[in-house]
């Protein structure tokens, strides 16, 4: 099958895009309002972008508190999602009033970052300490502006749990990350494998 995403007539019952476009990681986003509120939002538009500087991104679809406390305060942190915290993660995604805590409707111990003024969760096995870079309201093909905001930011410290560090690597294996895969579809990411990249062929 084909289909013109301008016209979106896929003739499924659900839009396979961001299907098609799995796993991704999911951005457990801990902020702080200017008032003092905290706030904690899945968003399963979230990766890694680069590592010299270590920068991760996630995406707002609309102009979410996540987003408003990001650019007011210029931090934010972003906790790793483990099988363990699927319940608390999707309790967490409720729709609540700006300066409703999730933390507290989840369950779950906010602890203050040590170098940017926002919370993380205590439970995670990993959390990144973020300042923000850039926030850029994403474009059409047409030059206009759309409901899609991307904000950046650098990793200036991360926190790991020591129970999954193993042969001194943050293993994933003990960690048990879960994945977003489109419509209401996780996964947790197992089994693991390695691959090793191929040396450049010799010249003949």
């Known amino acids: 099958m084909f289909y013109e995403t301008e016209s979106n007539r896929h003739g499924l019952a659900h839009d396979p895009f961001k299907a098609i476009v799995a796993p991704r990681p999911i951005g457990w986003i801990g902020t702080r309002g200017r008032d003092g509120s905290v706030n904690l939002s899945p968003y399963s538009f979230f990766n890694a972008v680069s590592d010299r500087p ?4 996630f995406s707002s ?6 987003l408003k406390n990001a650019e007011e305060t210029g931090v934010f942190t972003t906790s790793f999602v483990g099988f363990d915290l699927v319940e608390k993660v999707n309790l967490s995604s409720v729709v609540v009033p700006y300066g409703v ?6 369950g779950l111990t906010p602890v203050e970052g040590r170098l ?7 439970e995670a096995v990993a959390a990144l300490e973020c300042r923000v870079t850039e926030v850029h309201t994403l474009k059409t093909l047409e030059g206009g502006a759309s409901d899609s905001h991307a904000v950046f930011g ?12 193993r042969n001194g690597r943050f293993d994933v294996e003990l960690a048990r990350p879960v994945a977003r ?22 010249k003949l």
């Open 54 to 57: 270590k920068i991760v991104m």
């Open 181 to 202: 895969l489109g419509y209401m579809d996780f996964a947790e990411q197992a089994p693991v494998f390695e691959m090793f990249r191929p040396e450049a062929p010799k």
């Open 154 to 165: 650098q990793v200036v410290g991360i926190h790991i749990d020591e129970r999954v560090i």
């Open 116 to 122: 940017v003024s926002a919370p993380f969760v205590g």
């Open 101 to 106: 805590s999730e933390f507290e409707i989840a």
């Open 61 to 66: 679809s609309g102009r979410k508190d996540s």
